[in-house]
């Protein structure tokens, strides 16, 4: 069922089109992702979701009513903002509370739901401090209680992980991803870290100069972009010219295609080549390792090209030394022209 | 030259002839702004010119010069001091005069009576001409000219009356003054203060300024105001009267004195002198329409009726009062003025 | 080393030698006079004089009314003006005009603004002209010369110190506070009262502690707009120093003011401290 229908939304600043032409049905109980880098118009898109800025054109709509003209206190939704936004003239129970007694609750029940909220984050026993004392996971997670206490039916995440470092942001992101599976809202999260976005998310929109360019599951986001800018913002990618007929390689025209960087092998021989692979021969410029991963940069006819293993480089692939580039033709994958 | 070496040997301090003959310079303290524009052009300037001896200009008010003598009553710098009346009889009493001797200076004949100033025996002070606070008036709105001081109450300018506080030098002196109109004779400042409490007045200044501004914006349009103060109005085209009523006018002057310890009392005495030529006194009461202290002044019509006596009067129609009197009661007549007219 | 540490010493010493000189130097000799007699000898007769005397009380309210409401009136302004300097106007240029529009009576001469009150407020100036061309009034309404025109004259002078205070909170106020607020349902009267005058609060204090301090203290505004008929304490202390002459009681005045007004900032502090702990606590 659609909770959530963003029809035709157009959104200028100045000469300057933030947005154009957005359309995005999100499903109830989803857990999506704009992703983007800077300026590609996705926190735009999700202010406009919560009412902080008007679309120039076009409609939001949440469980089919129009809610385009309503302002953010009157929308049935709720944010995670990037820095917490948390009041820092107020206890963190009243942080909590702050939305059910907006919503009319009388305050000890809003004080009781307060708690339930932090029980679930596992902050409760920290209700009477004030937030400004905290650590920045802390306050992460009493930004998320003051969210869901609600029990909206959309919660916006404005990139909420950023301010993390990467260990704390690695456990916040299966934390995030439990947490709305028990409590079935539907998560639009925005980000700019394609990892934290494929990692948690059932699809991805992957935005660029105010347009969605694809809406997918993360896996074929990555297997099967649909554009030159997904495939390389997602990823790393080999782009080879290929006629559409079988991914023939040419070297010139033709249509773009992707070889993800694991499906490209280097071989010290032609020999080697399993049957039905295509190749061609290539120098080896550099190898790199990180971790179990090697990384193999390659010129060939004139392009650079990016091979990876995760198993150590076979003996007599050395800098400099010629070699046969490598693929099964099932997984070059075509962009659509 | 000659006329002065004569002075000096006729002088009777023979022991100073020497400090005349080599001083080049005497200061003289008097007050800024057009006054001492007025009195740099009409005394100083004639007497530099007349013995060679230059002068030091040390400006500033009374209260300021006086605080100046008593600082440096050790080592006089300044040598003739300008005070207002009241002040005068301050620095007197504070011994940083020293005494005038009249019978040296060669206009000394022509002063007024009331124009010296005696502590005992001792001149300590000569007038160096009268100003007073007469009724100045809107000719628009007040169109018959006011005869009497009664005019402050007449009701069609309630609201509009200006009188002097006692934060201006002229509030006490014009509270005894009209203590002398409508009082019992006594003394007893009650039926006064009875009278004043009557008086719708609009502004009770603490500058002669805001007063001018006040007549100016027509903000008020009767009240007494110091005969220059009025005349610098009229003269720049208001439509505004200065009258000395039937009553007289309350006035005082600005005083000279030579201050104790001066190093050139023969040139301070000549520059007293240089002050009380006929010369001088026409040329102060042209630029400040001060009323001239000493006689034998003739002066244009145009420039008689700007003095502080009005058109027709005399230094008789002036109330001028015992300064010490005066300042006996400020205090008690500030307080009262507080507690009944300013609030 | 021990060369730099002596300079840095000499340019501490520096400005304490020019606060003790010029600040607490002539407090001192205020405080001194105010508990001597003319002759020189200890009395504590200048200040029974100041407080035993019904006449200083009345004066002593009408100062603190015309301080207490000047404070009032220029916290009540400043608000929504520096709302609008720092919320609305979004264009630098007319901000910056607005800014020196609001400090450009700070710059002017007491003798101009006093002739361009009259201009103003007085008997036949533009206010009640346009009133009793309105057919308002018959007779024209007295400004000067009343606690009114004081006050508006008051206003007027210190009302950028309130906006100026104020602004400077609300723009360090993070729109993500506001933003949160609204999300979690509040509108826009229930955030301001909730989160951004609570998050304020400190400017608004700021401000009306200086407004407050100057209004107390002025003379001249009062002094031009009184007319001679309204008094305030600061009138009456300068009256003792400039006309009567008694530096004794005209200290005692003074220091009235000083302890009146600190006493005032401190109860006001000490009530917003407990306004602040009481809301914790709820």
């Known amino acids: 069922m659609t909770v959530l229908a963003i029809s035709n939304v157009s959104k200028s600043f100045g000469a300057y089109r933030a947005l154009d032409n957005i359309s995005l049905d999100i499903q109830e109980g989803e857990f999506i992702s704009l992703l983007g880098p800077s300026g590609c118009g996705k926190t735009t898109l999700l202010r406009i979701i919560a009412g902080f800025l008007t679309a120039g054109s076009g409609k939001i709509l949440i469980d089919g009513d129009d809610v385009s003209a309503l302002p953010p206190n009157r929308r049935p939704l709720n944010t995670v903002f990037q820095n917490y936004a948390l009041f820092p003239h107020m206890t963190v129970q009243q942080n909590v509370a702050y939305g059910p007694r907006r919503a009319g609750a009388s305050k000890a029940e809003a004080d009781r739901r307060a708690l339930e909220a932090l029980e679930m984050v596992g902050l409760a026993h920290l209700a009477p401090r004030s937030p400004r004392a905290m650590s920045g996971g802390q306050q992460q997670r009493v930004a998320l209680a003051r969210a869901i206490v609600n029990k909206p039916k959309l919660l916006l995440l404005d990139e909420p992980l950023s301010a993390l470092d990467l260990q704390l942001r690695k456990r916040m992101q299966i934390e995030l991803k439990q947490l709305q599976g028990r409590l079935g809202i539907t998560f639009i999260f925005v980000t700019h870290d394609q990892d934290e976005a494929m990692a948690m998310s059932d699809r991805i929109a992957v935005m660029s100069n105010g347009r969605i360019e694809q809406i997918d599951e993360a896996e074929h986001v990555y297997r099967r972009p649909n554009t030159r800018f997904v495939a390389d913002f997602i990823g790393e990618s080999n782009f080879l010219s290929v006629v559409p007929d079988g991914g023939r390689l040419v070297a010139e025209g033709g249509q773009d295609a992707v070889l993800r960087p694991e499906n490209l092998r280097v071989f010290a021989s032609a020999e080697e080549l399993p049957s039905g692979w295509q190749s061609l021969p290539a120098t080896v410029k550099a190898i790199t390792y990180v971790g179990g991963t090697s990384n193999i940069y390659l010129t060939a006819q004139g392009r650079e090209l990016h091979a990876r293993r995760y198993s150590p480089v076979p003996e007599g692939i050395t800098e400099g030394s010629t070699v046969i580039a490598g693929f099964d033709p099932a997984e070059l994958h075509v962009l659509r022209a | ?343 | 080393m021990l060369g730099s540490r002596s300079t840095l010493l000499w340019l501490l010493s520096l400005p304490v030698i020019v606060f003790t000189a010029f600040f607490l130097m002539p407090l001192a000799v205020v405080l001194i006079s105010s508990f001597t007699t003319g002759e020189g000898d200890f009395t504590l007769m200048q200040y029974g004089k100041v407080l035993l005397d019904s006449y200083h009380w009345q004066v002593i309210i009408t100062t603190f009314r015309i301080a207490i409401l000047s404070t009032l009136i220029c916290v009540l302004l400043g608000y929504p003006l520096a709302w609008y300097l720092v919320r609305i106007v979004k264009w630098r240029t007319w901000r910056r005009a607005c800014v020196i529009l609001l400090i450009l009576p700070l710059f002017t001469s007491n003798i101009v603004r006093s002739f361009g009150w009259m201009v103003l407020l007085g008997r036949s100036g533009l206010v009640n002209d346009a009133l009793r061309g309105a057919g308002l009034i018959d007779r024209p309404i007295k400004f000067l010369g009343t606690e009114t025109g004081i006050l508006i004259g008051m206003v007027y002078i210190l009302l950028p110190f309130a906006v100026l205070t104020i602004g400077n909170a609300l723009a360090k106020v993070d729109p993500a506070l506001e933003q949160a607020s609204r999300d979690l349902g509040a509108d826009p009267a229930r955030t301001f009262f909730s989160v951004t005058l609570p998050l304020t609060m400190h400017g608004v204090l700021a401000g009306g502690i200086i407004v407050f301090s100057m209004a107390i203290s002025a003379y001249v505004t009062p002094a031009l707009l009184s007319g001679g008929k309204v008094t305030v304490l600061a009138m009456l202390a300068f009256q003792q120093y400039s006309t009567v002459f008694d530096f004794n009681f005209g200290g005692a005045l003074s220091i009235t003011l000083l302890v009146f007004t600190m006493a005032l900032i401190g109860l006001a502090t000490w009530l917003s401290r407990l306004g602040t702990a009481a809301e914790k606590a709820a």
């Open chain 2, 1 to 343: 030259m000659k006329r002065l070496l004569a002075a000096s040997t006729m002088g009777i301090l023979a022991g100073t002839t020497a400090s005349f003959a080599q001083g080049s310079t005497l200061t003289v303290a008097y007050y800024g702004g057009n006054w001492g524009e007025a009195f740099d052009a009409c005394v100083a300037k004639p007497f530099a010119e007349a013995t060679g001896v230059k002068v030091v200009a040390e400006i500033g008010n009374s209260t300021t010069t006086l605080a100046k003598l008593q600082q440096q009553a050790a080592d006089a710098v300044i040598d003739v001091a300008y005070l207002d009346g009241g002040i005068s009889e301050l620095a007197q009493e504070s011994g940083v005069l020293q005494p005038i001797d009249l019978g040296t200076l060669a206009n000394a004949g022509a002063l007024k009576p009331q124009a010296i100033y005696k502590a005992g025996n001792d001149v300590f002070a000569v007038s160096a001409g009268y100003y007073s606070l007469g009724l100045t008036y809107n000719t628009q709105e007040v169109t018959e000219t006011p005869t009497s001081w009664d005019a402050l109450w007449n009701e069609d300018y309630a609201g509009a009356v200006t009188i002097p506080s006692p934060n201006n030098s002229a509030g006490v002196p014009f509270v005894l003054f009209l203590n002398g109109v409508y009082g019992d004779g006594t003394g007893n400042l009650d039926p006064t203060f009875a009278k004043l409490k009557e008086l719708d007045a609009g502004l009770l200044y603490d500058t002669s300024g805001a007063a001018s501004n006040a007549f100016q914006s027509n903000e008020v349009i009767i009240g007494p105001h110091f005969n220059v103060g009025a005349w610098d109005l009229i003269d720049a085209g208001m439509p505004i009267g200065f009258v000395v009523p039937k009553e007289g006018v309350w006035a005082t002057d600005a005083r000279m004195h030579i201050v104790k310890g001066t190093k050139n009392p023969d040139a301070a005495a000549k520059f007293i002198d240089t002050a009380l030529s006929s010369q001088a006194a026409t040329c102060l009461a042209e630029q400040l329409y001060l009323g001239p202290a000493v006689d034998g002044v003739e002066l244009p019509a145009e420039v008689e009726k700007k003095l502080p006596w009005g058109e027709g009067g005399s230094i008789d129609n002036l109330k001028l009062f015992d300064w010490t009197e005066v300042n006996a009661q400020r205090q008690d007549i500030t307080d009262r003025w507080n507690r009944e007219i300013a609030n």
